[in-house]
């Protein structure tokens, strides 16, 4: 998993050196394989899940809760990520994913994408934390009653599902944001 996050924090991170070196075609090409990633059925299945996840209960064992809040945050904001990241393909591709074409939208700015870039590279490093808190919060289960362990131990759970569920959709959203930054930037769109 950690691979998967230093790959998305690359990519992003490569943003700016890759995207005058690719053609028109080249984006569109690597478009049309995002967009046939996004029709997957390890992509649609990865979607379902993310939306079936629930918080759980407070165990009242700190890093344990800790870690839970912390997976729900980055949880959340990959959820919004999922919802912009579609707009941003529509406004700038003029097509939305499913092919689709509107061309009454304005297109967005080098610096909206840029946000959204550097957003994906926050969520990636807190998930890259938050997986460095997982150790310490199993052996924290140890030290608390077998009555409350249970408990902790779905709230560990959730938060491993979280984290393993989030790197490979991190990684691509920082494909399809990376993708677009191309398009805009060699588009002449700036």
Not at 132 to 147: E, G, N, R, W
């Amino acid at each position: 998993m950690k691979k998967l996050i230093f790959i998305a924090a690359l990519a992003i991170l490569g943003l700016n050196v890759n995207a005058q070196d690719k053609t028109a075609d080249e984006l569109k090409t690597e478009r049309e394989q995002l967009k046939s990633e996004l029709k997957s059925e390890a992509y649609q299945k990865r979607q379902k899940k993310i939306a079936e996840l629930q918080s759980p209960n407070q165990t009242d064992v700190t890093s344990i809760d800790a870690l839970a809040l912390n997976s729900a945050s980055i949880l959340l904001d990959v959820k919004k990520n999922n919802e912009l990241i579609p707009e941003l393909y529509k406004r700038t591709v003029g097509e939305s994913v499913d092919g689709v074409t509107d061309v009454t939208v304005k297109k967005p700015t080098l610096a909206e994408l840029t946000g959204v870039a550097n957003n994906i590279l926050r969520i990636t490093e807190s998930v890259t934390n938050a997986t460095t808190q997982v150790p310490t919060a199993v052996s924290d289960v140890k030290t608390i009653s077998p009555l409350k362990a249970g408990k902790a131990l779905k709230s560990i759970s959730y938060s491993k599902d979280v984290l393993s569920l989030l790197a490979p959709e991190l990684l691509y959203q920082s494909k399809m944001i990376s993708n677009l930054i191309s398009t805009v930037k060699s588009s002449g769109n700036l």
